[in-house]
């Protein structure tokens, strides 16, 4: 990828944005107004709503107190304020784009990730990630890079520090002997202002950095204390939920017994109706027969009469009148 130098009366900013083949069949407002490049990661200003890359809002506005915009010209604001503009983001993302370097083709998220792959031509020397622009490289560079050394920032403390190691570095002896010499006379100061070296006499590099790590340690104090009434309250609600927990848990326990019962019941109904339909299927077969049967010679109708095995099986006669049984 390409990046072009934008420069304005006394500032001159890296461009932030992408390098496109076909930025003329792209809406105008969706270039940034400073590197004039397809936006990369979209800002905003809240003043006059210029839209910019994030690089170029970082490095190519100044942070001048009060603020005075390099597009409006507005001086009402006491700060820069600037915020994502999403709007911009979700018409971006259905906009097609052209590689610049290659003959590829497609959709906005689908060509940084097409830059990543094909086009990351910069690599960091510390960790070999790669990027596709220069501006991502200089921000990992600066800010980003686990590997990044840097000064430890306490004053007497001199050692250059790997981002990586900074926490231990500052749990290390050396950094804690220094920080309790450098508290102590803070604290002795404060009670003793008469005892303090006449502020001409110091120099007003270290009067600056002395303010700066006290200050440094007000705000920790508070985001200690912040982080404790956190955990203590992240701690009741993590009781709170153990003893839902573990009430849905006997409840899913008496639940199963309750449907283990229900479903021996159900057993037992079943085999009681498969019983019945045995005993049904037993009664209709001992039936008398409905059907009229034919006299015999004698006169004689014989109807069979089932038994229990001990009883003596035997037929029941009856003699009817041939008269009557004609005469019906």
Not at 75 to 102: P, W, Y
Not at 168 to 195: E, G, V, W, Y
Not at 245 to 255: G, K, V
Request: proline letters at 4%; glycine letters at 4%; aromatic letters at 6%.
């Amino acid at each position: 990828m390409q990046l072009g130098m934008t420069t304005s009366n006394d500032y001159a900013v890296i461009s932030g944005g992408l390098r496109i083949r076909n930025p003329k069949t792209i809406d105008i407002t969706l270039f940034c107004e400073l590197c004039k490049l397809l936006l990369l990661d979209p800002i905003q200003l809240s003043c006059c709503g210029s839209r910019l890359c994030r690089w170029c809002s970082i490095k190519g506005v100044p942070e001048n107190e009060p603020f005075t915009c390099l597009f409006c010209y507005n001086t009402t604001e006491t700060k820069k304020q600037a915020h994502a503009d999403r709007g911009a983001a979700c018409e971006l993302n259905m906009v097609k784009i052209e590689c610049f370097s290659c003959s590829w083709n497609g959709l906005y998220s689908d060509y940084k990730i097409h830059l990543e792959k094909e086009h990351a031509d910069f690599e960091c020397i510390e960790c070999h990630q790669r990027f596709y622009s220069v501006n991502l490289y200089q921000e990992h560079r600066e800010e980003m890079c686990e590997y990044l050394c840097m000064p430890c920032g306490l004053p007497g403390c001199t050692e250059l520090i790997k981002w990586s190691d900074m926490g231990a570095h500052c749990l290390s002896m050396t950094h804690q002997t220094i920080l309790f010499k450098l508290t102590t006379d803070i604290c002795i100061r404060k009670k003793h202002p008469s005892n303090t070296i006449d502020p001409c006499n110091v120099d007003s590099n270290i009067q600056q950095e002395l303010m700066a790590v006290n200050e440094n340690n007000d705000s920790i104090s508070s985001a200690v204390d912040n982080s404790l009434e956190d955990c203590k309250r992240l701690n009741s609600e993590c009781e709170h939920i153990q003893t839902k927990n573990n009430d849905i848990l006997q409840q899913e326990s008496e639940i199963g017994k309750e449907l283990q019962s229900g479903n021996e019941k159900f057993k037992k109904c079943m085999d009681d109706h498969t019983e019945m339909e045995k005993q049904l299927d037993d009664a209709k077969n001992s039936r008398w027969p409905t059907k009229p049967l034919v006299l015999d010679m004698n006169d004689t109708i014989t109807f069979p009469i089932a038994k229990e095995p001990n009883e003596i099986n035997a037929q029941f006669s009856t003699q009817t009148c041939s008269t009557y049984l004609s005469g019906a």
